[in-house]
């Protein structure tokens, strides 16, 4: 190679990439890259002016923290730009010139040695090649570098930046203090310090730098996979994309084809429709115009016999003029006759493969939707869940009763915005059984009745929807003495009784069966209340503690949590958490699962009485109070929302209420314990009705089941039970 296109090699290697001229005073960022000092510090004047506080490599936009200072003079220099400038220097007439190393004149270097690793200027070259020590030294004149000069002038030794030590070469590696030394600064700064020889060190750290740059290239190969299959990659999903767009296109254009066919189909019906209706239209006017002309003709000469008056043709024609009138006026009144209903309806039915969709067809029908009706009790008042329906009458446009399997009847029945199923029975003679069941009370329920596009008269109808009656199925006898909690298993269809005095829960099956029967050894273990997981494990208040049964009360262990206190009440979420209240806190707790993470406390906002009972239901507690008389409702964060019913004994009033249950219409039941009655709630708090008892007879514990079933344990002192349904 050229040495002068070495030199333009060099001087590329040698450039700042912000400023694109040759290096000055270089600085190394983190990332190895170099700059100029006096770049890097405008580039970190530009950032602080957008009051950033990082800047990013130029090169490689990697984010670094900007100095406290003002420059970034603190970075380490590069050594081997450094080098590059002063070896540039020696080819380049723009660049500061390396000056004479031997005298003080500061001299500009024309000659070097590659003996003493020094530069000379003209006179002190000549003297260096005078003296016997250095005669035989090898000196080059700079303008005369070849190719292989310059690139030993690149690995020349480096000299010892000690102040007096200029002309001693670096040749040591001090151990401890982690710098290269001359021999000076072994004896004046480094005596008694480990220290190896430069090149032994250097050895050294290129194995580990060997072994740094093996890692980076087996990370960098891994990286390159990554890309090559992150491309591969993006190319399929270009594909499937692409793929996709033309199926999207193919799709689309065989839609097209089939709603054109569909069009075309539904305009000869159209067209058929049309004509029948014109044919229709033709007889009706020929017919008219028939019976028309015939009375004109008739009138005509019975007022030319009257006009000539001559009493023999009078008397003659009288007789038949009479008869051939009133034939012709007691024929059949012609009615306007209505013509038939004719539209397209469109198919509102999810049809998962849209190319076998048929978008809607075409209604042809005599039916008038002015003429037919609806009646019957379903139309008038219905109750929660029992089932209510009202008949429909489709009738022509004469009012008689008709049918046409093409009429299309649309029953929408709803509450507010929520929308309610109804079963259409199709008689197939003109008359249609419309039946549905109210899932939860409202003052009223609206139901509107289309028929082809049309509402019938009185559409829409407002439907009052009554509280559902509970009736009593099974009524048992005594539980035992003091039943103070009580549950209703789906997995099991048992019934669980803490039987308090007694000190033991028993179990049952839905026929007031005997089953099972767990016996608590202390009366400081009395079970307040019982409940069962989504799996049929039965959970037990007893004492202080939170005990774990199997569906055949065996025990499984006393389940441990981390809030202290003394449990009464516990109910288990449909997600499975247990909701505890206790005797002498006010605060109500929710567990996980199984009992062993405290997941929420809270507590009611100015209130200073302990809670009875909680239930979880639709995202929101519902907590009993006894001395405050109300249901109060939080939030799933525990954030109060409103309370439920005020002290008192009249309708929606509460005293003393006890336990909380839901009902599978979405009801709240409270216990309402000293009025003697259980009283249903909407979740909103509105008073739905009341069951009365027998003044003693106050109810204690309460159970729902999904089927409908409410089981209700009255009379503390003399349990029984009775099952609602």
Same mark, same amino acid.
């Given at each position: 190679?050229?040495?002068?296109?070495?030199?333009?090699?060099?001087?590329?290697?040698?450039?700042?990439?912000?400023?694109?001229?040759? !290096?000055?005073?270089?600085?190394?960022?983190?990332?190895?890259?170099?700059?100029?000092?006096?770049?890097?510090?405008?580039?970190?004047?530009?950032?602080?002016?957008?009051?950033?506080?990082?800047?990013?490599?130029?090169?490689?936009?990697?984010?670094?923290?900007?100095?406290?200072?003002?420059?970034?003079?603190?970075? %380490?220099?590069?050594?081997?730009?450094?080098?590059?400038?002063?070896?540039?220097?020696?080819?380049?007439?723009?660049?500061?010139?390396?000056?004479?190393?031997?005298?003080?004149?500061?001299?500009?270097?024309?000659?070097? +040695?590659?003996? +003493?690793? #020094?530069?000379?200027?003209?006179?002190?070259?000549?003297?260096? *090649?005078?003296?016997?020590?250095?005669?035989?030294?090898?000196? !080059?004149?700079?303008?005369?570098?070849?190719?292989? =000069?310059?690139?030993?002038?690149?690995?020349?030794?480096?000299? +010892?930046?000690?102040?007096?030590?200029?002309?001693?070469?670096?040749?040591?590696?001090?151990?401890?203090?982690?710098?290269?030394?001359?021999?000076?600064?072994?004896?004046?700064?480094?005596?008694?310090?480990?220290?190896?020889?430069?090149?032994?060190?250097?050895?050294?750290?290129?194995?580990?730098?060997?072994?740094?740059?093996?890692?980076?290239?087996?990370?960098?190969?891994?990286?390159?996979?990554?890309?090559?299959?992150?491309?591969?990659?993006?190319?399929?999903?270009?594909?499937?994309?692409?793929?996709?767009?033309?199926?999207?296109?193919?799709?689309?254009?065989?839609?097209?084809?089939?709603?054109?066919?569909?069009?075309?189909?539904?305009?000869?019906?159209? #067209?058929?429709?049309?004509?029948?209706?014109?044919?229709?239209?033709?007889?009706?006017?020929?017919?008219?115009?028939?019976?028309?002309?015939?009375?004109?003709?008739?009138?005509?000469?019975?007022?030319? !016999?009257?006009?000539?008056?001559?009493?023999?043709?009078?008397?003659?024609?009288?007789?038949?003029?009479?008869?051939?009138?009133?034939?012709?006026?007691?024929?059949?009144?012609?009615?306007?006759?209505?013509?038939?209903?004719?539209?397209?309806?469109?198919?509102?039915?999810?049809?998962?493969?849209?190319?076998?969709?048929?978008?809607?067809?075409?209604?042809?029908?005599?039916?008038?939707? *002015?003429?037919?009706?609806?009646?019957?009790?379903?139309?008038?008042?219905?109750?929660?869940?029992?089932?209510?329906?009202?008949?429909?009458?489709?009738?022509?446009?004469?009012?008689?009763?008709?049918?046409?399997?093409?009429?299309?009847?649309?029953?929408?029945?709803?509450?507010?915005?929520?929308?309610?199923?109804?079963?259409?029975?199709?008689?197939?003679?003109?008359?249609?059984?419309?039946?549905?069941?109210?899932?939860?009370?409202?003052?009223?329920?609206?139901?509107?009745?289309?028929?082809?596009?049309?509402?019938?008269?009185?559409?829409?109808?407002?439907?009052?929807?009554?509280?559902?009656?509970?009736?009593?199925?099974?009524?048992?006898? *005594?539980?035992?003495?003091?039943?103070?909690?009580?549950?209703?298993?789906?997995?099991?269809?048992?019934?669980?009784?803490? =039987?308090?005095?007694?000190?033991?829960?028993?179990?049952?099956?839905?026929?007031?069966?005997?089953?099972?029967?767990?016996?608590?050894?202390?009366?400081?273990?009395?079970?307040?209340?019982?409940?069962?997981?989504?799996?049929? =494990? !039965?959970?037990?208040?007893?004492?202080?503690?939170?005990?774990?049964?199997?569906?055949?009360?065996?025990?499984?262990?006393?389940?441990?949590?981390?809030?202290?206190?003394?449990?009464?009440?516990?109910?288990?979420?449909?997600?499975?958490?247990?909701?505890?209240?206790?005797?002498?806190?006010?605060?109500?707790?929710?567990?996980?699962?199984?009992?062993?993470?405290?997941?929420?406390?809270?507590?009611?906002?100015?209130?200073?009485?302990? %809670?009875?009972?909680?239930?979880?239901?639709?995202?929101?507690?519902?907590? *009993?109070?006894?001395?405050?008389?109300?249901?109060?409702?939080?939030?799933?964060?525990?954030?109060?929302?409103?309370?439920?019913?005020?002290?008192?004994?009249? #309708?929606?009033?509460?005293?003393?209420?006890?336990?909380?249950?839901?009902?599978?219409?979405?009801?709240?039941?409270?216990?309402?314990?000293?009025?003697?009655?259980?009283?249903?709630?909407?979740?909103?708090?509105?008073?739905?009705?009341?069951?009365?008892?027998?003044?003693?007879?106050?109810?204690?514990?309460?159970?729902?089941?999904?089927?409908?079933?409410?089981?209700?344990?009255? =009379?503390?002192?003399?349990?029984?039970?009775?099952?609602?349904?």
């Amino acid at each position: 190679m050229d040495v002068r296109e070495l030199f333009r090699n060099l001087k590329k290697e040698a450039e700042c990439p912000l400023c694109l001229e040759t !290096v000055k005073d270089p600085k190394t960022l983190p990332c190895l890259h170099s700059f100029c000092l006096v770049c890097l510090d405008k580039h970190a004047l530009y950032a602080r002016q957008q009051l950033q506080t990082t800047i990013k490599c130029p090169v490689c936009l990697t984010c670094f923290q900007m100095p406290e200072g003002d420059t970034f003079g603190g970075l %380490p220099t590069s050594f081997h730009l450094n080098r590059l400038v002063d070896v540039l220097a020696l080819g380049d007439d723009n660049l500061l010139s390396q000056t004479c190393s031997s005298c003080e004149e500061n001299n500009t270097a024309t000659c070097y +040695c590659f003996d +003493c690793s #020094d530069f000379f200027c003209d006179v002190c070259a000549k003297f260096h *090649s005078k003296m016997k020590i250095s005669r035989h030294h090898r000196s !080059v004149l700079i303008q005369n570098l070849k190719t292989q =000069d310059v690139e030993e002038l690149m690995h020349r030794p480096v000299m +010892c930046g000690e102040k007096y030590h200029e002309k001693e070469t670096l040749e040591y590696y001090c151990q401890e203090c982690k710098v290269c030394i001359c021999h000076k600064c072994v004896i004046l700064n480094h005596n008694r310090h480990a220290m190896v020889d430069i090149r032994e060190a250097a050895e050294e750290q290129k194995m580990q730098i060997t072994e740094v740059v093996e890692q980076a290239k087996i990370k960098i190969a891994h990286f390159e996979m990554q890309v090559a299959r992150e491309t591969e990659l993006f190319n399929k999903s270009r594909e499937d994309t692409q793929a996709a767009r033309d199926k999207v296109r193919t799709t689309i254009d065989e839609l097209i084809r089939i709603f054109k066919e569909h069009e075309m189909t539904m305009a000869a019906k159209l #067209d058929e429709a049309d004509e029948e209706r014109q044919r229709c239209h033709t007889e009706q006017q020929e017919r008219v115009q028939s019976l028309a002309t015939q009375l004109k003709s008739s009138v005509e000469y019975c007022e030319a !016999v009257l006009q000539r008056n001559l009493s023999f043709e009078i008397l003659q024609t009288q007789q038949t003029l009479i008869q051939r009138c009133e034939i012709l006026l007691n024929k059949e009144e012609v009615n306007v006759k209505k013509p038939m209903y004719v539209n397209y309806v469109t198919n509102e039915k999810d049809v998962k493969d849209l190319r076998q969709a048929v978008p809607g067809r075409v209604v042809v029908s005599w039916t008038d939707s *002015s003429k037919s009706v609806a009646e019957g009790k379903g139309l008038e008042e219905a109750e929660v869940g029992r089932e209510a329906n009202f008949t429909i009458t489709t009738k022509d446009s004469k009012g008689k009763q008709c049918y046409n399997e093409s009429d299309q009847l649309a029953i929408t029945i709803k509450t507010g915005e929520e929308r309610m199923e109804n079963a259409i029975q199709d008689k197939k003679n003109g008359e249609y059984t419309v039946t549905y069941a109210p899932h939860h009370c409202a003052d009223e329920h609206t139901v509107i009745i289309t028929l082809n596009g049309q509402r019938l008269t009185g559409s829409p109808w407002c439907v009052q929807v009554y509280p559902y009656q509970y009736k009593t199925a099974i009524h048992y006898g *005594s539980f035992g003495h003091g039943v103070q909690g009580i549950a209703f298993s789906e997995v099991s269809k048992t019934i669980a009784v803490a =039987d308090s005095t007694n000190c033991r829960v028993q179990l049952f099956d839905t026929n007031a069966t005997f089953l099972y029967e767990f016996q608590f050894n202390q009366h400081e273990n009395r079970p307040t209340s019982v409940a069962f997981t989504s799996t049929g =494990d !039965v959970v037990v208040v007893h004492g202080c503690r939170i005990s774990l049964f199997t569906e055949r009360l065996r025990f499984i262990e006393c389940i441990a949590h981390a809030h202290a206190g003394n449990p009464q009440n516990l109910s288990v979420a449909c997600d499975g958490r247990m909701i505890v209240t206790y005797l002498y806190n006010k605060a109500v707790t929710v567990l996980s699962p199984d009992g062993t993470e405290l997941l929420l406390t809270f507590t009611a906002p100015d209130c200073h009485v302990s %809670p009875c009972s909680a239930v979880y239901h639709r995202n929101m507690f519902f907590v *009993s109070y006894q001395k405050a008389h109300c249901i109060k409702v939080f939030n799933e964060e525990g954030v109060f929302l409103y309370d439920i019913g005020t002290k008192g004994s009249g #309708d929606g009033q509460l005293h003393c209420p006890s336990r909380l249950a839901i009902d599978k219409f979405n009801n709240l039941i409270v216990c309402d314990k000293n009025n003697s009655r259980l009283q249903f709630f909407t979740l909103g708090g509105k008073f739905v009705n009341s069951t009365l008892t027998r003044q003693f007879n106050r109810p204690c514990a309460i159970a729902t089941s999904n089927s409908g079933y409410v089981i209700v344990t009255y =009379d503390v002192k003399n349990a029984h039970v009775k099952v609602f349904h």
